[in-house]
């Protein structure tokens, strides 16, 4: 099975410019995960969706968004971007409930 | 506020000693823990986890120690390789179960 796919790999915005992120989690897995990586802040989660749903969202700013496709698939927007939004996004799909999740390699984001 | 707290944020240990990461949580109803690791720019890999209902899991050179009074767990690796270098996160189930409470991990560099 493919694992846990994202892109672009690396992305540089200005400010106020926004971005979307893409995810195509592994087959059959129908709950996909979004989380934060900056230095000092380990993994911060930003969001959850099943089947299309958004389940839970963590402690961001309405800028980012989220959605899931039909096929599982799912994009991070986030808007109006700001220096301090630079950071590793990583997406991570999980085949049940309290099971272990699978990462994808991330997209670095860099705003300048 | 920060459910699952690791508050060393580097270790450095030779190879061949034991590493001992640890990790604290605040929410009793946690049933559920798993440990990550992470090299730069990748997606955090799975490494082992352990049932509420356990208080030991041990997979090769890897084992996790569960103390629930004192809501502690640690990962101990033996023998620590050079291979072993990198970030190691603690994680427990979000809400629903298919997202996860992250800590802000620890960077462990094994020497040779």
């Known amino acids: 099975k493919a694992g846990v796919t994202q892109t672009p790999r690396y992305l540089i915005k200005t400010r106020g410019q926004q971005v979307t992120l893409s995810c195509s989690p592994i087959s059959g897995h129908r709950s996909v995960s979004w989380y934060q990586q900056t230095p000092g802040q380990g993994l911060q989660f930003l969001f959850e969706y099943f089947s299309e749903t958004q389940r839970n969202k963590g402690n961001f700013p309405g800028r980012f968004s989220g959605r899931q496709f039909s096929n599982s698939r799912s994009e991070m927007n986030v808007s109006t971007l700001e220096l301090g939004d630079s950071a590793l996004y990583l997406c991570?799909?999980?085949?049940?409930?309290?099971?272990?999740?699978?990462f994808g390699s991330g997209t670095q984001l860099s705003v300048l | 506020d920060q459910q699952v707290k690791q508050n060393s944020p580097s270790l450095s240990v030779q190879e061949g000693r034991i590493s001992i990461l640890n990790c604290d949580y605040t929410?009793?109803?946690?049933?559920?823990f798993l440990w990550y690791k992470k090299y730069p720019a990748e997606g955090p890999t799975f490494l082992i986890s352990?049932?509420?209902?356990?208080d030991k899991n041990e997979d090769g050179r890897f084992t996790v120690f569960l103390n629930k009074s004192a809501k502690h767990l640690s990962l101990h690796i033996v023998p620590s390789q050079p291979g072993d270098s990198a970030v190691y996160f603690c994680a427990a189930p979000y809400n629903s179960g298919y997202a996860l409470n992250f800590g802000k991990g620890t960077s462990l560099l094994v020497t040779p």
């Open positions: 352990i049932s509420s209902i356990k």
């Open positions: 929410n009793s109803m946690f049933d559920y």
């Open positions: 991570a799909s999980s085949p049940g409930q309290n099971e272990k999740l699978f």
